[in-house]
T-cell receptor, first 113, second 113 residues
């Protein structure tokens, strides 16, 4: 009974490159949430998706960041033209229904050189 | 804007002691509150979730309480063990429309053998 899976676990990019972070929710969960944890900061909500739909992206930067959760396959958080300030741990969580317990993945640690 | 505050930021106690971690929140429309533990370089493990209609939840040596009127939650750990050493995070989910959890910055707990 696999939990939330994220890959890669560590990602190194140079400034200006693209970063793609993948999240496979718990089997049967159709609600996915992305959070970012900056160094010395708490976790901040970025975006909430339900299969094929973005429900709430109020926490996501308006430029360079996008997220999707296709009908088949994992949820993807995409960061274009990365900058050093994007270096952080990005966590994905899933839940079976909205407003229920969120189960977190191990995170992807992004380092921008 | 909802805020969650955790005090103390760090705590070190001898093994075997009972201890209390504090969490305060500003959201008067809280839907539920969740306690997590985070180990260094790892993801979050959900410990307890308390619905706004509940006063407390228990799991093993852990007991979490919720007082909506005062905007406070506590996590009580009985008979602490070195394996309890971790960062403990509380997070609230608002019933007022926000879709993501609002996290505190955590309490870094060290249990001395």
């Amino acid at each position: 009974n696999a939990g939330v899976m994220q890959n890669p676990r560590h990602l190194v990019r140079r400034r200006g490159q693209e970063a793609r972070l993948r999240c496979s929710p718990v089997k049967g969960h159709s609600h996915v949430y992305w959070y970012r944890q900056l160094p010395e900061e708490g976790l901040k909500f970025m975006v909430y998706l339900q299969k094929e739909n973005i429900i709430d992206e109020s926490g996501m930067p308006k430029e360079r960041f996008s997220a999707e959760f296709p009908k088949e396959g994992p949820s993807i958080l995409r960061i274009q033209q990365v900058v050093r300030g994007d270096s952080a741990a990005y966590f994905c969580a899933s839940s079976p229904r909205h407003q229920e317990t969120q189960y977190f993945g191990p995170g992807t640690r992004l380092l921008v050189l | 804007k909802q805020e969650v505050t955790q005090i103390p930021a760090a705590l070190s106690v001898p093994e075997g002691e009972n201890l209390v971690l504090n969490c305060s929140f500003t959201d008067s429309a809280i839907y539920n509150l969740q306690w997590f533990r985070q180990d260094p370089g790892k993801g979050l493990t959900s410990l307890l979730l308390i619905q706004s209609s509940q006063r407390e939840q228990t799991s093993g040596r852990l007991n979490a309480s919720l007082d909506k009127s005062s905007g406070r939650s506590t996590l009580y750990i009985a008979a602490s063990q070195p394996g309890d050493s971790a960062t403990y995070l509380c997070a609230e989910l608002s019933g007022g429309g926000a879709d993501g959890l609002t996290f505190g910055k955590g309490t870094h707990l060290i249990i001395q053998p």
